[in-house]
DNA sequence: TAGTCGAATGTAAACGATTACATTTTTGTA
DNA sequence: TACAAAAATGTAATCGTTTACATTCGACTA
């Protein structure tokens, strides 16, 4: 379409060319044509000119495989997720490959399902010297199993945290974020807020739910048993099941934090197919605010992560961890932030 | 936390043991141990025990970048994809990803932003070693433009394809896809049916347009220009605007089909904001069938892609291109299906 | 013009596996 | 017991780079 490009002399489609090839092509020796390739300076400009000549009909491009064995990296990034479908991730997943590619590395996302087994055998890629490092998503609880046979082994922790644990990570301070978002209910009147949290083998979870304790009892409220919901997954489905199991309740909140916006955009389907009005009759505040959040009816409050940021300093961490590592891994929290929207 | 495991006598970190190393601490040759490893039956029993034994004792793993080098395959396969962030693509990554792991691949995925410049450094990659093989969901103009400089490289369509292109592929028949579910509306007894499409470089946009006017055309009705919107993304805010336009018409559509449940589902929004009711003032019905799908307000009619198995078939017919070059590209179509829910 | 010293290039040894091919051991048979 | 054949193991080349070290080339000085 775009332009004829039929009388374009191409080079041969060449199956395999070596740098011995290149090298006796431009009548150098292999190492002068390494040495082009990786920009070294002592090169003269006329050789190096013959060099790329010869590069270039010869259609060579290097064999990562093989340098890669030669200097002992795969350039080969891990990115350990329980749910790989989940848009929080996902967001996360771009800014997670976006510094790593402008690093020169690939990175596999790994669907560990949060479980143990599962993350031993990825684990095992980095023993295989498969990949150089990982960066970690998964329950502390996992994580916390992991720790003890792969303490050497390159790796770090985003998003979910244990700040007791030795290995570097980046996250946000999930008690305060979830307290915040509390309070913003309470000062909309609300007196009975549910919550709809996930599994607690997850720590962001219990911390969120501290949160929620916090706030509620900083107002006098005494947190009722009966208002907190666990789910076992963070689908929709499962935030419509506990938005309907809340709602049965003899006096059911008129308000529900949930701890992550899916659950809370399948709490509001819930809501809905019992004939309650958002926000009229039940306020919702999700967490994480991915893109769907401001599609919904009505368009839902959330507290925002800065998710692609959370991304991209994990890889920094990363890359860090492998260019030294004996430094004492490095900490960072970012901040979180209230996205004020129509459902509460 | 499930089971002690301190007094467990583990393998020393053990930085960096070569195959060679476990030739010498069983006494044997570093052929025996290659051949004891990759399972081969030649060995005695014996001598085979010993290997094991000081592969344990080391802590011993192979190298693969080595094992790569040799063998001359980086068991890396390449996911060239559009927007990592529709979830239709997510759950087509999920099958690929079981089956290339089943066969001991890995995979990156690949964000192309359905751009040619992009598309070409991937493919870089592969001409580099570093993966075995692509599997590409990128417009089929796009593809075009791929096809000539790629011949020789091992590459496959899926989903969106051109059958006249001289590449595996795996999809669904697009056009009479839309025409079912076009031919839904009409049974419902729709007349004026809009068409919420997206940018028509890519092919399947064309076809369900096609199938779009087949529907109508077949039912006596003239479809006319300002029914049908072009959007240039996949995004629930595009969707979200299409149908504000389409609604603005003087005598607007009672219902409308959507090239992407992504697109519907912002349509759904867009109507709401209105004041429309869904289904009573205008329909809607998507395409894909994404888990979200079920969880709107209402729940989305749409038509069902075997998305997981488009991902399947995708893998495997790679890795039969990938045993045997020489074959003649396959093709398979796979079985769409209409599924009903309370949009339409 | 010989000698010195950088700069430019070449030689060859890694990296850690796989695998023809050669060699040794074992087994079976006469 | 000796010998052939089969089974088991060993030796060393190979994959395609990078890079320490050795060598050659030129320019400049005295």
């Not at 916006?261 to 809501?271: E, H, R, W, Y």
């Not at 998710?307 to 891994?329: K, Y």
Request: proline residues 6%; aromatic residues 4%.
């Amino acid at each position: 379409m775009s332009e004829p490009r039929a009388n374009l002399p191409r080079p041969a489609p060449a199956p395999s060319v070596s740098i011995a090839a290149v090298a006796r092509h431009a009548n150098v020796s292999v190492a002068t044509v390494s040495r082009v390739l990786n920009g070294q300076q002592v090169v003269k400009p006329a050789t190096r000119d013959a060099v790329m000549a010869a590069v270039q009909t010869l259609g060579y491009r290097v064999n990562e495989m093989a340098r890669n064995l030669r200097t002992a990296e795969s350039r080969l990034l891990l990115v350990l997720v329980p749910d790989v479908g989940n848009p929080f991730y996902a967001e996360i997943m771009r800014g997670i490959d976006s510094v790593a590619r402008q690093h020169g590395y690939l990175v596999v996302l790994c669907d560990t399902g949060a479980d143990v087994e599962r993350e031993h055998t990825w684990f095992d890629l980095l023993r295989r010297r498969r990949a150089d490092g990982a960066i970690c998503l998964d329950p502390d609880t996992v994580q916390h199993a992991l720790a003890h046979d792969n303490a050497h082994l390159a790796w770090v922790a985003c998003a979910e945290f244990d700040p007791a644990m030795a290995v570097p990570y980046v996250g946000i301070d999930n008690r305060l974020a979830a307290r915040d978002a509390v309070q913003h209910l309470l000062e909309r009147g609300h007196r009975r807020i549910g919550l709809i949290n996930t599994d607690e083998t997850w720590l962001y979870a219990r911390q969120r739910k501290q949160g929620w304790h916090d706030a509620l009892t900083e107002a006098g409220i005494t947190p009722r048993a009966d208002w907190c919901i666990n789910t076992h997954s963070l689908d929709y489905a499962a935030g419509n099941a506990a938005m309907t199991q809340l709602l049965a309740l003899a006096a059911p909140p008129t308000a529900v934090f949930a701890v992550s916006d899916t659950l809370a955009i399948g709490a509001l389907a819930g809501a809905r197919s019992l004939g309650k009005r958002i926000p009229h009759d039940v306020a919702v505040v999700g967490f994480d605010d991915i893109a769907l959040a401001a599609q919904t009816d009505p368009p839902l409050t959330t507290v925002a992560q800065p998710m692609r940021q959370l991304g991209e300093t994990a890889v920094q961490l990363l890359l860090d961890l492998l260019a030294d590592r004996g430094r004492p891994p490095a900490h960072v929290l970012l901040p979180h932030r209230l996205a004020l929207r129509a459902s509460a």
